[in-house]
C-alpha cells in the first residue's frame, strides 16, 4: 500500500488530499524502486481507492508515467507495470525516483557508468573548444570548490551547487548537443550522493585534486590531459559508489 495517510488517519493528522503530484511521485517511486514490480497489473478502481483521490488524478498520473514506459494501459486488462528494459532511463523524474528508492546504490553505479563514457571525452572537446571565458570560469568554479574542500565543506549545498556547476559547463562548453544532453542526469547523481550523506566534508583528496587539474588542463587547451583528470575522478567516484550495493 502506498506511504501516505488515509480516511480518519489523514483527518487526524490534518492533511490535505494528495495532489496529482504527490500520486506520480509514490507510485513512481515504488515502481522505479521494485516494491511493484514489472508485470505487476493495477486498476484505475484500485489505485483510487489506495490514493483516496479521484479517478482524474489517477488518470493523469498513470499518463505521466505511460510517457516515459514506465507502464502500459489496455482496455479490459488494466495497467500494467513493463519490464525496466523499456522505461526511459534517462528521464529525470526517474533518476530522482529510483535514487529515493531501494534501487539507489545501482541507480549510482548505472550513472557513474554514464559519467566514465561521457565526461572525458566532453573534456576533452572542451578543452579544444571553449571560450577564453569559459575556461575562465572553470577555473573559478575548481578554485571554490578547492576552497570549500580545504575548508571541510565538501558535503555543504555551496558544495553542492558548485560542483554541479562545474559538470555543467564542462558539458556544455564541448560543443556537441548530444553531450550536453546528458547534463540533468550528471546533475541528478551528484544530487543523489549529496542527498544521500554519501558526500564527505572532506572531499577525498584525489578525486578534488583530479578535478582541479582537469579545469587547469581546459584552461590552458591540453585535450590530453583533460581527458585523463576527468577520466580519473569518475573512475575514483565509481570504485566508491559499486561499494554501497
Known amino acids: ?20 503530484n504527490s500520486v506520480l511521485d509514490d ?13 505487476t497489473v493495477l486498476t484505475l478502481a ?15 498520473a498513470v499518463r505521466v508515467l505511460e510517457s516515459k514506459h514506465m507502464v502500459e494501459s489496455k ?29 539507489r546504490p545501482q541507480q549510482l553505479v548505472a550513472l557513474t557508468e554514464l559519467r566514465v563514457a561521457v565526461e572525458p571525452a566532453a573534456a576533452r572537446l572542451t578543452a579544444l573548444r571553449a571560450s577564453e571565458e569559459d575556461r575562465t570560469e572553470m577555473g573559478r568554479l575548481a578554485h571554490v ?6 575548508a571541510g565543506k565538501g558535503d555543504t549545498e555551496e558544495y553542492l551547487a558548485a560542483d554541479i556547476a562545474f559538470h555543467n559547463l564542462l558539458l556544455d562548453t564541448c560543443g556537441n548537443l548530444m553531450l550536453a544532453a ?28 583530479n578535478h582541479v587539474e582537469a579545469a587547469t588542463a581546459i ?27
Do not use: F
Not at 4 to 20: E, I, M, T, Y
Not at 75 to 93: F, K, Y
Not at 182 to 209: C, F, Q, W, Y
Open 145 to 150: 570548490l578547492q576552497t570549500l574542500g580545504d
Open 182 to 209: 546528458l547534463k540533468e542526469p550528471v546533475a541528478e547523481m551528484i544530487s543523489g550522493r549529496h542527498n544521500a550523506g554519501l558526500t564527505p566534508g572532506d572531499p577525498v583528496e584525489e578525486s578534488l585534486h
Open 75 to 103: 482496455r479490459r486488462v488494466g495497467v500494467t507495470v513493463t519490464p525496466m528494459s523499456r522505461w526511459s532511463a534517462l528521464d529525470s523524474a526517474l533518476i530522482c525516483w529510483r535514487l529515493d528508492s531501494p534501487a
Open 1 to 20: 500500500m502506498p506511504a501516505l495517510l488515509r480516511g480518519p488517519d489523514q483527518k487526524k493528522a490534518g492533511l490535505v488530499q494528495p495532489s496529482h
Open 219 to 245: 584552461v590552458r587547451g591540453d585535450a590530453d590531459a583533460a581527458e585523463k583528470y576527468v577520466r580519473a575522478y569518475c573512475d575514483s567516484i565509481l570504485n566508491e559508489v559499486r561499494t554501497l550495493g
Open 27 to 39: 507510485l513512481g517511486r515504488r515502481i522505479a524502486g521494485g516494491e511493484i514490480p514489472s508485470g
Open 46 to 60: 484500485g489505485l483510487e481507492a489506495d490514493y483516496q483521490v479521484s479517478r482524474t488524478v489517477i488518470r493523469e
